[in-house]
DNA sequence: AAACAGGCCTAAA
DNA sequence: TTTAGGCCTGTT
């Protein structure tokens, strides 16, 4: 069924599904986006400043995975500064995503030292590979495979996938999270700093990839993954003291405004 | 053709 | 504690 989530001001689908953060939607020539969540396929499509969603999805899933009941506008006031003001407003509509755990961990192992194009790829032809199959209107599509069904594979079947030396932490990270060694829900409620400990115990996770993985998937929206980008932003616009605590409980979303925009203008 | 991509690991100071 | 080189694959 179709529903109307909210209006397009406060969720721009664009920015939101092209900052980064996820690998798994995809425009088609008319700005609508199809992708996957858990396991429902899902149309995205903006009509007359509403944002509209077409699944068979429980309505309320969405409301929750676009993280709709934070007013972002009120936590984007927190934001000070010149240049992250400027990010800010730049990048004013990108929701961060509560996608789920084991995908985000997967897709940001993958996502090291490799571009978005590439990324997606990757992604798409592990869950052809290894995800169940979906119907849903023309086209089939395909879940995020388990951790569990991963777990029993061998980097060496994971080759069709094309993801070079990262296969390896792949099924490292299978079989972490399937044995029980790493319980991905239970570091949702504990402290920040300590789910990025134990994320960093994997083979194949480490600072960044860390970050990432709590910030889009584990809901703790301090987190404040730095790469290249974010430190040639950092360097070129902060003072060399500056502390991404000082920004708040949701500093993640200030750094994937500046990451945005970083980004934006570099290409 | 050779360098480089949204890191991580290991070895070596 | 910081730094360099290697790693799969694909693109420029």
């Known amino acids: 069924m179709k529903i109307k989530l909210c209006g397009a001001d406060i969720l721009d689908i664009e920015k939101t599904f092209e900052c980064g953060q996820c690998f798994r939607w995809n425009c088609d020539e008319n700005g609508?986006?199809?992708?996957?969540?858990?396991?429902?396929?899902?149309?995205?499509?903006?009509?007359?400043?509403?944002?509209?969603?077409?699944?068979?999805?429980?309505?309320t899933l969405w409301?929750?995975?676009?993280?709709?009941?934070?007013?972002?506008?009120?936590?984007?006031?927190?934001?000070?500064?010149?240049y992250l003001e400027t990010c800010t407003q730049y990048g004013m509509g990108i929701r961060i995503l509560k996608q789920d755990s084991w995908e985000a961990l997967c897709s940001f192992i993958i996502s090291q030292c490799n571009n978005i194009s590439r990324i997606k790829g990757i992604v798409e032809r592990l869950c052809e590979l290894f995800g169940e199959k979906l119907s849903f209107g023309e086209t089939e599509y395909y879940t995020f495979p388990t951790a569990e069904r991963l777990s029993k594979l061998s980097a060496e079947d994971l080759a069709p996938i094309r993801s070079g030396y990262r296969a390896e932490y792949i099924i490292c990270a299978a079989r972490a999270v399937a044995s029980g060694e790493l319980d991905l829900e239970g570091l949702k409620s504990c402290d920040y700093r300590e789910a990025i400990k134990a994320l960093r115990t994997v083979r194949g996770i480490g600072e960044k990839v860390a970050n990432c993985v709590v910030l889009f998937g584990l809901n703790h929206m301090e987190a404040f993954p730095i790469d290249v980008w974010m430190k040639r932003a950092l360097k070129e616009n902060f003072p060399p003291e500056f502390n991404p605590e000082s920004l708040g409980s949701y500093a993640g979303l200030a750094q994937q405004y500046i990451f945005y925009y970083a980004r934006s203008m570099g290409k």
């Open 63 to 82: 409301s929750e995975y676009f993280d709709l009941e934070t007013d972002y506008a009120a936590v984007s006031a927190e934001f000070t500064g010149d």
């Open 32 to 59: 609508v986006y199809t992708g996957v969540v858990g396991e429902y396929p899902a149309r995205v499509e903006v009509i007359d400043g509403e944002i509209y969603i077409t699944s068979d999805a429980p309505s």
